[in-house]
Protein backbone atom coordinates (compact mmCIF):
# COMPACT_ATOMS: atom_id res chain seq x y z
CA UNK A 1 0.00 0.00 0.00
CA UNK A 2 2.44 2.32 0.76
CA UNK A 3 4.13 1.72 -2.34
CA UNK A 4 1.19 2.13 -4.27
CA UNK A 5 0.85 5.42 -2.64
CA UNK A 6 4.40 6.63 -3.14
CA UNK A 7 3.78 6.23 -6.93
CA UNK A 8 0.26 7.53 -6.97
CA UNK A 9 1.88 10.63 -5.23
CA UNK A 10 4.51 11.14 -7.60
CA UNK A 11 3.07 11.22 -10.51
CA UNK A 12 0.34 13.66 -9.49
CA UNK A 13 3.71 15.87 -8.98
CA UNK A 14 4.85 15.52 -11.87
CA UNK A 15 1.29 15.89 -13.47
CA UNK A 16 0.91 19.73 -11.89
CA UNK A 17 4.30 20.86 -12.82
CA UNK A 18 6.20 20.29 -9.72
CA UNK A 19 8.99 17.50 -11.51
CA UNK A 20 11.26 17.96 -14.21
CA UNK A 21 10.47 20.67 -16.49
CA UNK A 22 9.60 18.39 -19.63
CA UNK A 23 6.10 18.23 -17.86
CA UNK A 24 5.17 22.02 -17.76
CA UNK A 25 1.96 22.98 -18.98
CA UNK A 26 1.79 25.35 -22.11
CA UNK A 27 -1.22 27.32 -23.52
CA UNK A 28 -1.82 27.87 -27.39
CA UNK A 29 -4.44 30.52 -28.22
CA UNK A 30 -5.84 29.18 -32.10
CA UNK A 31 -7.82 32.89 -33.63
CA UNK A 32 -10.41 31.95 -36.55
CA UNK A 33 -11.49 35.59 -37.68
CA UNK A 34 -13.99 36.99 -40.22
CA UNK A 35 -15.53 33.24 -40.20
CA UNK A 36 -18.54 35.35 -41.05
CA UNK A 37 -21.30 32.44 -41.60
CA UNK A 38 -24.81 33.13 -41.74
CA UNK A 39 -26.83 30.70 -39.67
CA UNK A 40 -29.84 29.76 -41.42
CA UNK A 41 -32.91 30.53 -39.14
CA UNK A 42 -35.47 27.56 -38.06
CA UNK A 43 -33.09 25.00 -39.92
CA UNK A 44 -31.51 21.65 -38.28
CA UNK A 45 -28.72 21.33 -41.00
CA UNK A 46 -27.07 25.22 -39.53
CA UNK A 47 -23.50 25.65 -40.55
CA UNK A 48 -20.08 24.17 -39.05
CA UNK A 49 -16.56 25.60 -39.55
CA UNK A 50 -13.83 22.91 -39.21
CA UNK A 51 -10.40 24.48 -38.58
CA UNK A 52 -7.09 22.26 -38.66
CA UNK A 53 -4.34 22.20 -35.47
CA UNK A 54 -0.72 21.05 -36.27
CA UNK A 55 2.48 21.12 -34.71
CA UNK A 56 1.59 21.32 -30.81
CA UNK A 57 3.11 18.86 -28.86
CA UNK A 58 1.52 17.20 -26.06
CA UNK A 59 -1.60 15.99 -25.12
CA UNK A 60 -4.62 18.68 -23.75
CA UNK A 61 -4.73 19.34 -20.19
CA UNK A 62 -7.47 21.95 -20.71
CA UNK A 63 -9.38 23.78 -23.31
CA UNK A 64 -11.56 27.00 -23.69
CA UNK A 65 -13.53 28.16 -26.62
CA UNK A 66 -14.77 31.55 -27.09
CA UNK A 67 -17.63 32.59 -29.63
CA UNK A 68 -19.25 35.45 -31.30
CA UNK A 69 -22.58 35.23 -32.67
CA UNK A 70 -23.95 38.49 -33.87
CA UNK A 71 -27.34 38.96 -34.93
CA UNK A 72 -28.43 39.79 -38.50
CA UNK A 73 -31.48 41.35 -39.51
CA UNK A 74 -34.34 41.93 -37.11
CA UNK A 75 -31.68 40.58 -34.88
CA UNK A 76 -30.88 37.35 -33.01
CA UNK A 77 -32.89 35.01 -30.24
CA UNK A 78 -30.19 33.87 -27.96
CA UNK A 79 -33.03 30.65 -26.85
CA UNK A 80 -32.62 29.61 -30.86
CA UNK A 81 -29.15 28.05 -30.62
CA UNK A 82 -27.90 24.77 -30.67
CA UNK A 83 -24.13 24.41 -30.83
CA UNK A 84 -21.28 21.60 -30.54
CA UNK A 85 -17.93 21.40 -30.69
CA UNK A 86 -15.92 18.41 -32.01
CA UNK A 87 -12.78 16.93 -33.05
CA UNK A 88 -11.73 13.91 -35.05
CA UNK A 89 -10.55 11.93 -32.12
CA UNK A 90 -14.19 11.61 -30.85
CA UNK A 91 -14.70 14.47 -28.53
CA UNK A 92 -17.63 16.26 -28.64
CA UNK A 93 -19.07 19.09 -26.18
CA UNK A 94 -22.48 20.64 -26.27
CA UNK A 95 -21.75 24.76 -25.88
CA UNK A 96 -25.38 25.78 -26.10
CA UNK A 97 -28.72 24.17 -26.09
CA UNK A 98 -31.57 26.39 -26.49
CA UNK A 99 -30.62 28.70 -23.64
CA UNK A 100 -33.36 29.38 -20.82
CA UNK A 101 -35.85 27.08 -22.34
CA UNK A 102 -37.74 25.00 -20.24
CA UNK A 103 -41.68 24.36 -19.47
CA UNK A 104 -42.05 28.05 -18.17
CA UNK A 105 -40.20 29.64 -21.44
CA UNK A 106 -40.48 27.68 -24.28
CA UNK A 107 -38.67 29.71 -26.34
CA UNK A 108 -35.50 30.68 -24.19
CA UNK A 109 -33.72 33.69 -23.51
CA UNK A 110 -33.71 36.46 -25.72
CA UNK A 111 -30.83 38.90 -26.21
CA UNK A 112 -28.91 39.75 -29.46
CA UNK A 113 -26.29 36.65 -29.86
CA UNK A 114 -22.58 35.63 -27.85
CA UNK A 115 -19.54 37.01 -27.29
CA UNK A 116 -18.85 34.61 -24.53
CA UNK A 117 -15.89 31.59 -23.71
CA UNK A 118 -17.03 28.70 -22.60
CA UNK A 119 -14.86 26.63 -19.72
CA UNK A 120 -15.47 23.40 -17.50
CA UNK A 121 -14.22 25.34 -14.71
CA UNK A 122 -16.46 29.04 -14.75
CA UNK A 123 -18.99 29.74 -12.42
CA UNK A 124 -22.22 28.90 -13.74
CA UNK A 125 -23.91 26.80 -16.81
CA UNK A 126 -24.85 28.91 -19.19
CA UNK A 127 -28.23 27.13 -19.76
CA UNK A 128 -29.56 29.02 -17.05
CA UNK A 129 -27.46 32.25 -17.43
CA UNK A 130 -30.43 34.52 -16.61
CA UNK A 131 -30.09 32.92 -13.24
CA UNK A 132 -27.11 34.93 -12.42
CA UNK A 133 -25.26 37.98 -12.67
CA UNK A 134 -25.08 38.35 -16.33
CA UNK A 135 -23.59 41.40 -18.89
CA UNK A 136 -24.82 42.57 -22.28
CA UNK A 137 -22.68 44.55 -24.21
CA UNK A 138 -24.14 47.88 -26.74
CA UNK A 139 -24.59 44.88 -29.51
CA UNK A 140 -27.10 43.24 -27.07
CA UNK A 141 -24.62 39.97 -27.09
CA UNK A 142 -24.26 37.96 -23.45
CA UNK A 143 -20.43 38.31 -22.44
CA UNK A 144 -18.53 36.59 -19.78
CA UNK A 145 -17.00 32.92 -19.20
CA UNK A 146 -19.47 30.21 -18.63
CA UNK A 147 -19.85 26.31 -18.36
CA UNK A 148 -20.92 24.87 -21.95
CA UNK A 149 -24.60 23.88 -21.87
CA UNK A 150 -23.50 20.38 -21.61
CA UNK A 151 -27.36 19.11 -21.31
CA UNK A 152 -26.79 16.45 -24.28
CA UNK A 153 -30.19 16.00 -25.05
CA UNK A 154 -31.99 17.03 -28.73
CA UNK A 155 -32.38 20.72 -28.66
CA UNK A 156 -36.44 19.86 -30.61
CA UNK A 157 -37.16 17.98 -27.52
CA UNK A 158 -40.16 19.63 -25.75
CA UNK A 159 -39.52 22.09 -23.24
CA UNK A 160 -40.44 20.39 -20.45
CA UNK A 161 -37.40 17.91 -21.23
CA UNK A 162 -34.88 20.71 -20.09
CA UNK A 163 -36.07 21.52 -16.64
CA UNK A 164 -34.56 18.05 -15.65
CA UNK A 165 -31.82 18.05 -17.91
CA UNK A 166 -28.48 18.13 -16.45
CA UNK A 167 -24.97 18.59 -17.52
CA UNK A 168 -23.39 15.21 -19.26
CA UNK A 169 -19.58 14.86 -18.64
CA UNK A 170 -19.51 13.26 -21.88
CA UNK A 171 -20.86 16.50 -23.35
CA UNK A 172 -18.38 18.69 -22.00
CA UNK A 173 -15.30 20.22 -23.01
CA UNK A 174 -13.04 17.84 -20.47
CA UNK A 175 -14.38 14.90 -23.08
CA UNK A 176 -11.21 16.43 -25.45
CA UNK A 177 -8.62 15.98 -22.29
CA UNK A 178 -5.96 13.35 -23.20
CA UNK A 179 -6.08 14.29 -26.94
CA UNK A 180 -3.57 15.60 -29.50
CA UNK A 181 -4.69 19.28 -29.85
CA UNK A 182 -3.51 18.15 -33.48
CA UNK A 183 -6.57 17.44 -35.13
CA UNK A 184 -9.60 18.69 -37.11
CA UNK A 185 -11.53 21.03 -35.17
CA UNK A 186 -15.37 21.77 -36.02
CA UNK A 187 -17.86 24.15 -34.80
CA UNK A 188 -21.21 23.26 -35.49
CA UNK A 189 -24.44 26.13 -34.87
CA UNK A 190 -27.76 26.11 -35.63
CA UNK A 191 -30.88 27.89 -35.35
CA UNK A 192 -33.90 26.05 -34.38
CA UNK A 193 -36.79 28.21 -33.95
CA UNK A 194 -38.42 30.75 -36.44
CA UNK A 195 -37.42 34.32 -36.07
CA UNK A 196 -34.08 36.15 -35.32
CA UNK A 197 -31.47 35.18 -37.18
CA UNK A 198 -27.45 35.77 -36.54
CA UNK A 199 -23.98 34.77 -37.90
CA UNK A 200 -21.02 32.88 -36.46
CA UNK A 201 -18.42 36.29 -36.30
CA UNK A 202 -15.67 34.56 -35.21
CA UNK A 203 -14.66 31.50 -32.68
CA UNK A 204 -11.23 30.71 -30.86
CA UNK A 205 -9.39 27.95 -28.97
CA UNK A 206 -7.23 28.24 -25.48
CA UNK A 207 -5.75 24.65 -26.05
CA UNK A 208 -3.07 23.74 -22.77
CA UNK A 209 -0.97 20.86 -23.15
CA UNK A 210 1.26 18.69 -20.97
CA UNK A 211 4.36 16.95 -23.22
CA UNK A 212 4.57 13.60 -23.06
CA UNK A 213 7.54 13.03 -21.04
CA UNK A 214 10.65 12.24 -23.05
CA UNK A 215 13.39 9.49 -22.40
CA UNK A 216 15.28 11.24 -19.92
CA UNK A 217 12.74 12.14 -17.70
CA UNK A 218 11.25 8.35 -17.93
CA UNK A 219 15.04 7.16 -16.65
CA UNK A 220 14.85 9.58 -13.60
CA UNK A 221 11.51 8.37 -12.65
CA UNK A 222 12.43 4.81 -12.83
CA UNK A 223 15.76 5.38 -10.71
CA UNK A 224 13.73 7.47 -8.15
CA UNK A 225 10.93 4.68 -7.84
CA UNK A 226 13.97 1.67 -7.85
CA UNK A 227 15.66 3.82 -4.63
CA UNK A 228 12.96 3.83 -2.88
CA UNK A 229 11.99 0.32 -2.96
CA UNK A 230 15.78 -0.52 -2.41
CA UNK A 231 15.73 1.40 0.54
CA UNK A 232 12.33 0.30 1.94
CA UNK A 233 12.55 -3.41 0.81
CA UNK A 234 16.01 -3.85 1.55
CA UNK A 235 15.42 -7.93 1.28
CA UNK A 236 14.83 -7.05 -2.59
CA UNK A 237 16.60 -6.05 -5.46
CA UNK A 238 15.00 -3.63 -7.56
CA UNK A 239 14.17 -5.52 -11.56
Same mark, same amino acid.
Given at each position: ?57 ? @? ?5 ? %???? $????? =? #????? *? +? ?70 ? @? ?5 ? %???? $????? =? #????? *? +? ?62
Amino acid at each position: MKAAAFIHRLFFWLCIGAAPTAFAQMTTNFNFNSVNLAIPDNNWNGVQNSQTITGVPG @SIADIQV %SVMI $AGTGL =G #AFNGD *F +YAELVNGAGGFAVLLNRVGVSSSNSFGYGYNGFNVTFSDTAAHDIHSYQNFSYDINPNGQLTGTWQPDGENI @SPLSNPS %SFDN $AMQNQ =G #AMLSS *F +YGDSPNDKWTLFLADLSQGGTGQLVSWSLDITTVPEPNATSLVVIGLIVCGWFRRSQKSQNCP
